[in-house]
């Protein structure tokens, strides 16, 4: 209760103007408990002030329910530093109708704020009287808000003088004017719109916003709750409001939006990805940049738990910026998950952020895969580099090696030939023949170690072409077979052959023919005097298949998986089996790359050392 009994004149003197006023008033604090109504208010509800202290206005409804309804709808919006105002209304009290107006404000009394409710009770049967209307613009006038009333046509009926200040106009400037008087041509449709609003739906608009032009050319913002104005017999005569100025509060918030474009502009065009994320490791905020590397759109991404592309978050648990309380970290290398299941590489920082009094994780992520690429194929070249090294010392010992041998067979044979030439030590020209035939397989090995080696060379560099004609595939094999007739028959070896009488394809027929040559040879290298190879060439629909088979000294598994190599090193049993032979590890390879070549396949097969081999050509028609 508010205690006027305070034993000072001050006290009592304002009590007593209270209970003087010819309306009805009352106090109540902004949780709604009533502090004191006056003698008016006592007569008119009936009730003594006792029987209402510090009962709640609202839950209670100590006067009349239909009004606590009224009061509760506005009482927020006075809270906040509105003014309400309702005019010619009718409830009902103690069974009859009452004819009230209603204001409804802030007030301080000994330094404590409260809300005042002033209310003027009419008669029914009469119009409102000129005494009561004065009253009631008395209180306006006095209100430190800007007050309006308008006629249907939108013309000011009455103004108050906090009104003609914020506006700076006289009252009798702006009675006759009309509100589009005050407006561009964009806020009239506006206000238009809302005034239309009103009427129709017979609804309150609240907080309509809208800018009005001052007298001195200035833009004002105001805020209104725009309400209907009825005459005493309830009949809609125009509107009427508080014109609330948020001039500040509207330019602040302008220079708000205009700041936060500006960080957005820069948020978007920022050439890393921002992603930010909060307690709960949901997604708050992507740009544009987030969304071209992840594949996600920001609507996919906003409010998700952050694992949708974080390697770890929500699923696992072990954020470090949340679970080891680290405030920040930088260059971070690591992957973000894509929207097509990829991962791509990044380089990420992280910092705990303060948005809205809350801790939030702001990530910046830097796209890193082009530099991965670059950094893969650095290191798949360093490692060519260092196959190719390999290669290079590998092939100066195998040049060293298998060139020395028949050059100094070639000049060991020259200068024998040499002296027996000039000493005439010969008896008969055997002698001669077998000096030639070593000068001949020494010189013929040097010229298809080099031939190997410059079709190594073309094969790397992509210069090994081929000029494919349609050919007898059979043909091919019988003169093969030829051409190594002599070596057979050294050898002591027996030849199966199981091949139709013709097999047509398109080939490079002399490339085709060193493939052929060199896999019969090697299977008479390495075939023991006394053994056999078998010879099939079969088709099917789509391909041609070559097999050569013979039961030499085999291959090991491991030296399967190595036999097509470059210089592969298969160490074979030559002195055992009387295999006088050995090859440069070349010719295998090569052969390989050439059925590659035509788009066929080659392949070894061995059930392991002295169980022979079988290699075989897989080429399409």
Not at 91 to 106: D, R, T, V
Not at 223 to 252: C, H, P, V, W
Not at 402 to 407: R, Y
Request: contains cysteine.
């Amino acid at each position: 209760m508010i205690s006027f009994d305070e034993g000072t004149p001050r006290s009592v003197k304002i009590k007593d103007t209270f209970d003087s006023l010819p309306y009805s008033l009352i106090f109540v604090t902004f949780s709604g408990l009533v502090k004191y109504i006056n003698e008016k208010a006592e007569h008119l509800f009936h009730i003594e002030l006792e029987e209402i202290i510090n009962k709640n206005l609202f839950l209670d409804s100590p006067l009349s329910k239909e009004l606590s309804i009224i009061l509760e709808e506005k009482f927020d919006d006075v809270i906040n530093g509105d003014i309400f105002g309702k005019k010619a209304f009718c409830i009902k009290l103690e069974g009859k109708p009452h004819l009230l107006n209603l204001y409804m404000s802030q007030i301080k009394l000994f330094n404590r704020p409260y809300i005042q409710i002033i209310i003027d009770e009419l008669k029914v049967q009469e119009s409102i009287t000129f005494q009561s209307e004065k009253k009631f613009k008395d209180i306006i006038e006095n209100s430190k808000e800007g007050y309006f009333e308008l006629d249907l046509k939108g013309t000011f009926t009455f103004v108050n003088q906090a009104l003609c200040k914020s506006l700076g106009y006289t009252s009798e400037e702006l009675l006759g004017m009309s509100y589009k008087d005050l407006m561009d041509e964009q806020t009239i449709k506006k206000a238009f719109k809302a005034f239309n609003g009103v009427y129709s739906k017979n609804q309150e608009r609240k907080h309509f916003q809208y800018e009005i032009i001052t007298k001195s050319g200035e833009i004002l913002y105001g805020e209104t709750n725009i309400n209907l104005a009825y005459n005493s017999e309830g009949k809609i005569i125009g509107f009427r409001g508080f014109m609330r100025d948020i001039t500040e509060q509207k330019r602040s918030e302008i220079k708000l939006k205009e700041s936060e474009k500006r960080f957005r502009t820069l948020y978007e065009n920022i050439p890393c990805g921002t992603v930010i994320i909060d307690e709960n490791y949901r997604i708050k905020g992507v740009n544009q940049r987030t969304c071209e590397i992840t594949g996600f759109s920001d609507e996919e991404l906003h409010g998700k738990l952050c694992d949708i592309i974080c390697p770890k978050g929500s699923l696992s648990k072990r954020c470090p910026i949340w679970e080891e309380n680290v405030t920040s970290l930088r260059d971070m290398d690591t992957f973000i998950k894509h929207k097509d299941g990829s991962k791509t590489p990044i380089l990420k920082n992280a910092k705990r952020i303060q948005i809205d009094g809350k801790v939030h994780i702001l990530e910046n992520i830097y796209d890193n895969s082009h530099q991965k690429e670059i950094e893969t194929l650095i290191k798949k070249e360093n490692e060519k580099l260092k196959e190719l090294e390999k290669m290079r010392k590998k092939f100066l010992d195998v040049a060293a090696h298998e060139l020395k041998t028949p050059l100094t067979s070639l000049y060991g044979a020259s200068q024998l030939i040499t002296e027996l030439y000039h000493g005439q030590k010969f008896n008969n020209n055997s002698e001669i023949e077998e000096l030639l035939t070593m000068i001949n397989h020494s010189s013929e090995r040097l010229v298809n170690l080099v031939s190997n080696l410059l079709d190594i060379s073309r094969i790397e560099t992509n210069n090994f072409k081929l000029e494919k004609n349609p050919k007898d595939l059979t043909y091919l094999l019988f003169k093969c077979l030829r051409d190594v007739q002599y070596l057979i028959k050294e050898r002591n070896l027996t030849i199966t052959e199981n091949l139709p009488e013709e097999l047509i394809i398109n080939i490079d027929a002399q490339k085709i023919e060193r493939v052929i040559i060199n896999l019969i040879s090697n299977a008479i290298k390495y075939t023991p005097s006394g053994g056999s190879i078998r010879i099939d060439l079969l088709k099917n629909d789509h391909f041609a298949l070559l097999s050569i088979t013979d039961s030499g000294i085999g291959l090991t598994r491991d030296q399967i998986k190595r036999v097509f190599n470059k210089f592969a090193d298969i160490n074979k049993p030559t002195d055992e089996f009387n295999i006088k032979m050995n090859g440069s590890g070349l010719g295998l390879h090569i052969s390989k790359e050439i059925v590659k070549l035509h788009n066929g396949e080659i392949t070894a097969e061995s059930e392991g050392l002295n169980k022979g081999s079988k290699f075989t050509i897989k080429l399409p028609l």
